[in-house]
Structure formats: C-alpha cells, structure tokens
C-alpha cells in the first residue's frame, strides 16, 4: 500500500497538470484571438493606406480639372477653349468616373495592390480620353 505522502504528491501533480493544461489552453486561445485581431487590424491599415493614396491621387485629378472649368468659363477670350470646357462640364466626367471607378472597386478578393493597379491604370485612360476630346483645356493643365 502506498503511503500516504506518496497519494497527496500524486493529487498534487495532477492537480498542477489539472491546472497548466487549463492555463496552457487559455494563453493559447488568447494568444490565437490576439493574432487573429491584430492581423485584422494590419489588413485593414494596408487597405486603408492603398485607398487613402489612391482617392487622394483621383480626387486632385478631378478637382482640378473642375476647378479650371469653373474658374476660366467666364473669363476666357478663347473660343475653342470656351466650347472644350462647356462640352467637358456637360459630360460630368466625374460621375462618369465614379461610376467606372466603384465598378473596379467590386471586386472584394483582389490583394490591395492589384486593386490599386487597377484603379491607377483607370485613372490614366480616363485622363487620355481627357486629353483627346478636349486638347485645349488638358494642355493648360499639364
């Protein structure tokens, strides 16, 4: 028969197994629940980042093409000049180019950079369509 020292060091390793096992799976299933969070969160920074930079970049292209028609509408001697812009603000290139714009926007399961290669690759054919219908007013700006 075992002693009875013997049985209490018996209980008290399997009480320390007991409690390292749950310990072990706690710290386990919040280390798995950490990573899964912050890796979210760097998912979500590097979409951000791509979107941040890239509406930047498409939103200065259509404001200043907006501001240079509402600014030299009036003020313009050149007549060809006048008709270009009357014609481009006619158009709405900018709801034009949003529309175009959300629609390669749709696709949820592209990496960030292919996304954004798309919409820089958008933004320069829209920008030649531009140049083409209306020479004048795209020379001026640049």
């Known amino acids: 028969m075992e002693s009875s ?3 209490d060091d018996l209980d008290f390793q399997n009480v320390a197994k007991l409690n390292l096992n749950k310990v072990s799976s706690g ?5 798995y ?9 760097v998912m ?6 791509f979107g941040y930079k890239d509406g930047l970049k498409t939103a200065l ?4 093409y907006e501001a240079a028609a509402k600014m030299l509408i009036g003020k313009s001697n050149n007549d060809e000049l006048v008709r270009e812009i009357q014609k481009y603000r006619q158009e709405k290139f900018d ?7 959300f629609k390669c926007n ?13 919409h820089n690759s958008l933004l320069d054919k829209e920008k ?3 140049r083409a219908k209306f020479p004048n007013f795209s020379n001026l700006l640049g």
Do not use: C, P, W
Request: aromatic share 10%; glycine share 8%.
């Open 44 to 49: 979500f920074q590097k979409g951000f980042d």
């Open 106 to 118: 749709n696709s949820k399961d592209l990496q960030y950079d292919i996304v954004s290669s798309q």
């Open 61 to 64: 292209e259509i404001s200043k």
């Open 128 to 130: 030649e369509i531009l």
């Open 33 to 41: 629940s950490d990573g899964i969070t912050e890796g979210r969160e």
């Open 5 to 7: 020292s013997h049985l």
């Open 27 to 31: 710290i386990s299933k919040m280390g």
């Open 95 to 101: 709801e034009r180019y949003k529309a175009k714009y």
